[in-house]
């Protein structure tokens, strides 16, 4: 087949250039320009890389114009209905779906890392009593490279898997005992006998003198919402653990990298927004009112949890999310805020303004209402996140550090400063 090419001309130079076609199995071709500035020193220019396909992946596709989200090739939809959390984490990780035996043998592993070293309790008594959970889990994550010396030759695939299973294992372990230090009760030890969205729920809210039976409607709903945060693929917070693990660096620290990217709020904090926004909204009567403030583009007042950087018809989490909001929520004698979300997204579904732009319910849009009806506090939203986004983010780090072509990530610039000029001395400046 003759290899598919395209080419730019330069119109002051008259020079041409020639880029070979690079097709995926699915999605939009990439022009190959790797070889640009070696060999005609020019740059591309692509403020966030919204038109650069940084590497080659195969764990997680993404239309954002049919609103499909694929891992290693299985919808989202039939995953959620059908899977646990840890079958996915098997299926990003390894590619395929476990078998019985090796999905019990997985859960197996991960069961048996989720215990911390006693010495690692101690990190948690140098924070400030006020600290938020998400600067604890970043400390504590990158910290654990200190206890796992022997294990993190980035050149042995064994040691690597070991990585993964310990980061996959210990992060719920981490985020219990990071919200447990916050409320002053003592950080529990995980238990080997519950699944690991039950274990994570039992780790934040038993104490040692009372225990917790997750209901099944909670289990199911975080065993959810782990699975369609697991992973997005080259999302900001991945990326940011695959450019710092393409320098070499080891698994716990690049994972940490992850967390504080994600904690920036153009990332992850859409959960926590779209929960204060519908508190703000109150009640229906103001309905009308705040879907003006939207649309004004005077008022800086947007609708939190709604339009998507990807998804531009809908995004396909939300839909599942929004069937599971209702089943925890009928638990409750009363759900007002669920009722106004649906007020919200029916008036928003009808006006031109957001059918125009197409701007569609995100994912974010429900999930706070669930952590809040759970009883998981807000300041806790991102750490759960975090906690599913691990096994993307080791994912994406096994992938690339086995791919014997990635190499050290250096984006270039366009340097717009000021030029060479000579050195004023001190008494001679204005
Ligand atoms: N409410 C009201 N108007 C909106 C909203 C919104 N939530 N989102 C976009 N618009 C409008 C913009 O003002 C713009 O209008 P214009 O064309 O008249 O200027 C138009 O829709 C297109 O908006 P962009 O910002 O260009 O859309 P983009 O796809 O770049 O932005 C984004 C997506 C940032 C998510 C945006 O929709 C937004 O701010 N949403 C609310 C916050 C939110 O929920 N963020 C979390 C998303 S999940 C994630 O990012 C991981």
């Known amino acids: 087949m003759p290899r598919e090419s395209i080419t730019l001309t330069n119109n002051k ?20 320009i790797s070889a640009l500035h070696r060999e005609t020193g020019i740059l591309t220019y692509d403020p966030g890389f919204f038109s650069t ?3 080659d992946s195969s764990i997680t596709y993404i239309d954002g114009e049919q609103g499909i989200l694929l891992y290693r090739g299985y919808p989202i939809e039939q995953l959620a209905a059908k899977a646990s959390f840890l079958e996915v984490a098997y299926l990003l990780l390894y590619g395929e779906l476990p078998s ?41 994550v990158g910290s654990l490279s200190a206890f796992y010396h022997e294990s993190i030759d980035i050149h042995d695939p064994r040691n690597r898997e070991i990585s993964a ?32 969205a039950a274990n994570f729920l039992h780790m934040l809210f038993a104490t040692p003198s009372e ?11 975080i065993n959810l919402l782990l699975i369609l945060h697991a992973d997005h693929e080259q999302n900001t917070s991945t990326s940011t653990v695959r450019l710092a693990g393409s320098s070499g660096a080891n698994p716990f620290a690049c994972i940490a990298a992850g967390i504080a990217s994600l ?29 003006e403030k939207a649309k004004d583009k005077n008022d800086p007042f947007r609708l939190r949890g709604f339009g998507h950087p990807v998804y531009k018809n809908h995004d396909p989490r939300a839909g599942i999310l929004r069937e599971v ?71 994406h780090w ?21 030029a060479p000029r000579e050195y004023v001395p001190i008494s001679q400046r204005r």
Not at 23 to 29: F, N, V
Not at 360 to 384: E, H, K, T
């Open 211 to 221: 225990a917790y039976e997750p209901t099944l409607i909670a289990e199911k709903a």
């Open 100 to 140: 019985e035996r090796e999905l019990t043998e997985f859960e197996q592993i991960i069961t048996y890392h989720t215990m911390l070293n006693e010495k690692i309790k101690a990190f948690f008594t140098g924070f400030h009593y006020n600290a938020h959970p998400m600067a604890m889990l970043v400390g504590v």
């Open 325 to 395: 909001c209702h089943q925890v929520l009928e638990e409750q004698a009363s759900h007002p805020l669920f009722e106004l979300a649906l007020q919200l997204e029916a008036i928003a579904l009808q006006d031109a303004y957001f059918i125009e732009r197409r701007l569609y319910p995100n994912v974010d849009f429900y999930s706070g209402l669930i952590y809040q009806a759970l009883g998981i506090p807000r300041n806790m939203f991102l750490v759960l996140f975090a906690v599913a986004r691990t096994v993307g983010w080791v994912a």
């Open 13 to 32: 130079t008259g020079e041409r250039y020639e880029f070979e076609l690079k097709q995926g199995t699915l999605g939009p071709p990439a022009f190959d």
């Open 165 to 196: 299973h310990r980061l996959i294992a210990k992060l719920p372990t981490i985020a219990a005992a990071a919200y447990k230090y916050g409320r002053g009760e003592p950080i529990m030890y995980p238990r080997n006998d519950l699944r690991y």
């Open 53 to 55: 396909a940084g590497c």
């Open 398 to 418: 096994m992938e690339m550090i086995a791919d014997p072509a990635h190499r050290i990530g250096r984006p270039r610039q366009l340097y717009c400063g000021v």
């Open 263 to 291: 904690w920036g709020p153009y990332h992850g904090g859409a959960g926590e927004e779209a929960l204060s926004m519908l508190e703000e909204i109150g009640h229906p009567r103001h309905l009308k009112r705040y879907i």
